[in-house]
């Protein structure tokens, strides 16, 4: 099998994708700002603020998947954060792509995450398609930049793919934590009108789709990666109370009050867009979990 390299592979999603990947017979290798003695897979040392990168990783390398990027909502969205954000994930790949032109690996595909929020925060009934431009908030500038970034790679004539991930539902280390935690403790409550979207996926269909991008060569730009139900925040608030048995009781919390928690960055709350993934189920991909009900019970149903 091939040889893949993951940056972001110590993250949660990384780390749960390259056993996946092992499973399947690949080859598999993490990039890491730190010595990882104990990883279970090859890791090798990168820093792109620093400009460097073992380029050992890239020996015989034939698929990169790249996941690095600070995380969009763990801080307060300060002018420094935001260049952080943004850094993070478009130098990276212009370090990624520098090295590629350097040593020249036998590349075969180039498969960069994105995110939904590249079509921006908007509650409404407009569904989204991968051939909609990019919103002109931060969010979504901060994607086109990250997509234009890994584009350039196209240009060296290799297979270039694009997921626009949505919020990705897993047991532990993801946003379905802490969304369920007030549920648990009987103080749920639907955020502000309710009405905006939640673009979701399972976390097993999304390793899937990555794992489709490598071995299915008509996959190349951009690609929605979700689940194709349309899920408002009090749907998916109902369902949550569903899968762990608690009742949503609580009024809607409002939207001022939440504005006034994470400032800027309240948007990713009170709004969301509906986001189609008729691209990929076109391809012939198969969810696993493509009901909101279904997807809970089996990460949070006891």
Request: net charge neutral; with cysteine.
């Amino acid at each position: 099998m091939a040889k893949v390299l993951i940056s972001g592979g110590t993250g949660s999603i990384g780390l749960l994708m390259a056993e996946y990947l092992h499973d399947r017979g690949h080859e598999v290798g993490l990039l890491s700002r730190s010595e990882r003695p104990n990883s279970r897979f090859q890791t090798y040392q990168w820093d792109p603020e620093e400009n460097t990168l073992d380029p050992e990783a890239l020996d015989s390398c034939e698929y990169i998947i790249h996941l690095a990027g600070a995380g969009i909502a763990d801080k307060a969205w300060t002018k420094e954060r935001k260049k952080e954000i943004i850094d993070s994930r478009v130098n990276s790949t212009d370090l990624l792509y520098n090295k590629v032109v350097e040593l020249k690996p036998p590349l075969k595909a180039f498969i960069s995450a994105s995110a939904v929020g590249y079509y921006g925060q908007v509650t409404s009934d407009r569904i989204f398609v991968e051939k909609n431009k990019a919103a002109n908030d931060f969010v979504g500038k901060t994607c086109f930049l990250w997509e234009q970034a890994a584009e350039r790679f196209e240009d060296l004539g290799i297979r270039t793919v694009r997921l626009r991930i949505g919020i990705v539902l897993m047991k532990r280390g993801g946003a379905l934590e802490k969304m369920a935690k007030p549920v648990q403790m009987g103080f749920g409550a639907i955020l502000g009108s309710g009405r905006q979207y939640i673009p979701w996926i399972h976390w097993k269909d999304l390793i899937s789709l990555f794992d489709k991008a490598i071995t299915d060569t008509r996959m190349s730009g951009a690609y929605n990666a979700v689940a194709p139900s349309f899920d408002t925040n009090a749907e998916f608030t109902k369902a949550l109370g569903r899968a762990l048995g608690k009742r949503i009781w609580l009024p809607n919390a409002p939207g001022f009050i939440l504005k006034a928690l994470p400032g800027e960055r309240a948007s990713l709350l009170l709004n969301g867009s509906r986001v189609s993934a008729e691209k990929v189920v076109s391809l012939g991909f198969d969810f696993e979990y493509s009901d909101i009900d279904a997807a809970l019970q089996d990460l949070l149903g006891s």
